[in-house]
């Protein structure tokens, strides 16, 4: 939470000098805990494993035992456990109706004082009410959140009013590569569907 005021401050003309005692906290060693090991959630194990991260993960099913041996990830099977242990938790999760509103007051009370939330899957998987007074009576450290709902949040909401939150703006895949690998996907199937061929990222109905 201190990189949106230290940049504030590093450039406000009123700035005479640099305080001492903004300490954050290290991620090296701490405990990440993923909830949801899709695709992207094992993307960010891999990344979490360079920052030498104890890896605790939530998911529907199980991974294959290489697959968490890899990255060093260990399965929690109720995510209470994971909630209870973790010093990061990020959201990677689809939004559906049985991720809706999935962190709640309950959850973010078995979260550690200490705790930060992140969110990067749809902003409705999170109770945001429940968010703003747990932020608010420091039952977790912070949140960053790269989603909300909606999109942009109403410029009078209580979130946008809180100095131990960052929110960004939905950008978490905006970059010119991942932009230009999405439309060639797009392409891609399009000519699938027109030339009878299979289609290479087709989404079944659940």
């Known amino acids: 939470t201190y990189l949106h005021l230290g940049c504030q401050v590093a450039v406000s003309p009123d700035t005479k000098y640099f305080a001492v005692d903004w300490l954050g906290v290290e991620v090296t060693r701490a405990t990440l805990g993923i909830i949801g090991m899709g695709s992207i959630g094992y993307r960010v194990a891999q990344r979490a494993r360079a920052f030498d991260m104890r890896i605790l993960y939530h998911n529907r099913n199980r991974r294959r035992k290489e697959e968490e041996e890899a990255v060093g990830a260990h399965y929690c099977e109720k995510m209470e456990d994971l909630l209870q242990q973790s010093d990061f938790v990020m959201l990677v999760v ?3 109706p049985e991720t809706h509103k999935l962190i709640g007051k309950k959850e973010l009370g078995l979260m550690k004082p200490t705790a930060i939330l992140i969110n990067i899957s749809r902003g409705a998987v999170i109770d945001q009410d429940a968010l703003v007074e747990a932020l ?3 039952v977790i450290r912070a949140a960053a959140l790269d989603v909300t ?3 942009p949040l109403p410029r009078d909401h209580p979130l946008l009013k809180l100095n131990n939150i960052i929110i960004t703006p939905h950008i978490g895949t905006a970059t010119v590569q991942a932009t230009r690998m999405m439309a060639e996907e797009a392409i891609a199937n399009m000519l699938a569907v ?4 299979p289609i290479p990222s087709e989404v079944f109905p659940k």
């Open 149 to 151: 709902h909606p999109e």
């Open 94 to 96: 689809n939004l559906t």
């Open 136 to 138: 608010q009576s420091k």
């Open 194 to 197: 027109l030339s009878g061929q």
